[in-house]
C-alpha cells in the first residue's frame, strides 16, 4: 500500500459520532471506512446495471442446495 496521506476533514459532530458507533471504529478507521464506500459505489451501480441481463449456468435454487 502507498504511503498515507494525511488529511484535514471538517464533519458535524452527531455524523462522526453515529457512524463511530456503528464500526466500532476510531476517528481515521471511519473515515477510511467511507471513503472506501464511496469509491466502491460505482462498481455497485455497474453491477445493478447488470441485473437481468446475465445467465448463470446453475439455478438459485441450485446455488443454495449447494451451501
Do not use: C, N
Not at 5 to 26: F, N
Not at 35 to 62: H, I, K, N, P
Request: aromatic letters at 2%; proline letters at 4%.
Amino acid at each position: 500500500m502507498p504511503a498515507a496521506r494525511k488529511i484535514t476533514v471538517e464533519v458535524p459532530p452527531e455524523l462522526l459520532k453515529k457512524a463511530q458507533r456503528v464500526l466500532h471504529a476510531g476517528v481515521t478507521q471511519t473515515v477510511r471506512a467511507g471513503l472506501e464506500l464511496v469509491a466502491a459505489s460505482e462498481t455497485y451501480r455497474q453491477l445493478r446495471r447488470l441485473r437481468g441481463q446475465v445467465r448463470f449456468s446453475r439455478s438459485a435454487d441450485e446455488l443454495k442446495a449447494d451451501r
